[in-house]
């Protein structure tokens, strides 16, 4: 049903997250985004998060319900007893994951509340399912891997639709009865997608050395695995024109800068590091760039936000496929994807990208097309208002 036809029966939205502004996260910025916009749709919205009520941000016509307990069992008790006083049939949208609901991911208490809740819609959006397990972990992991199981187990079975943020966490969702299909839903940028024009020119100016630089980004926060391709792939692109330098955004990028610096010493100059940003300086500096370069050990998915970020900004984007990638960004032409989840697969890429600057115009056109079409927060409220559907995961 649409948002107006759900409006006139009286069905209010009840987003349940573990963080949300101030609070920072990826997930906090999401709930924001679609608490705001099924607000301007018309819908009755309320957000239940971990908090204390005093100096809460909310957007317009939301109302945020703090819970100073978390989802613990005594707030589980004030979050039934508020929301038994609030009239009309309720929608609850869970923004799951395990370990922002607290009891360090094992908040079984939560799991049987939202399975025996009954008289309400239960939606479940999985940003996260479970902890990895396995034999070579130790068994500490694996409790923990078999406790987040079993806890999906038990909301996958009462929930009465299933969004995933990723096709990869279907292979983790096959615990029987499954009510419903599971929809891909990927999580839309939670940066503007159209920094003003003067701001990017401002900062391509003041990035620059000369009117011939070329600006490759990367967007990111520098752990282990990511950082080791980027160093990698890095050297060799900045080695091959002088006229290349890195622009380094997120936390964690000074360290890197420093460490990468340390060892290749050559290139000292040649990298800006920037830190963390504020939303709108991060858009126009990611914009500001000629191209980003994006590598991830387990292939781009929907659930990397930093590509999002460029694709939604129409930048051109450089990264790799893997097992976790998605079979809609292969042929899509809207990115240069590397075949393998290798530093020379990603370095073979982004060079021929680089050696070929009058693609890049009509590649960021076709980033930004691709974008607002599948992944934009204008699509995530067209599949939740049902004005559009969302792609069902078919089991594997």
Known sequence: MSGRHADALGVSWHLLTGEFPPQPGG?????WQVAEGLARAGCAVHVWAPGERQDTPAPEDVTVHRLPEGFGVRGLGRLESELERLPGP????????????????MNVPFALWLARRRGDEVWMFFHEVCFPWGWKLPWRHN????????????VLARADRVFVSTLWWNRLLHAPPRRVPIEWLPVPSNLPTQPPASAVESLRTSLRTGPETV???????????????????????????????????????????????????ELTGRVRALGGLP???????????????????????????????????????????????EPPWHGSGALALAPEPTSAAVLGAAEALLSAPETWPALGRRAADFYEENFSLAHTLDVLLDRARARVVEDT
Do not use: W
């Open 143 to 154: 409790v923990l891997g078999a406790v987040t199981r079993a806890m999906a187990a038990l």
């Open 27 to 31: 997930v906090s910025d999401y709930t």
């Open 90 to 105: 309720k929608r609850l949208v869970v923004q799951y994951v395990p370990h922002a609901f607290g009891y360090k991911a």
């Open 279 to 325: 939303g709108d300086e991060l858009a126009a500096t990611l914009k500001a760039c000629d191209m980003l370069l994006q590598p991830f050990p387990d292939g781009l998915s929907t659930r990397r936000g930093s590509a999002m970020a460029g694709l939604g900004l129409g930048v051109p984007l450089v990264s790799n496929a893997g097992p976790a990638t």
């Open 215 to 265: 600006l490759i980004g990367h967007l990111g926060t520098y752990g282990e695995l990511i950082a080791g391709m980027l160093e990698e792939a890095l050297p060799a692109l900045l080695r091959k024109d002088a006229r290349r330098l890195a622009v380094l955004a997120g936390r964690g990028s000074a360290r890197f800068a420093e460490q990468f610096t340390g060892r290749y010493p």
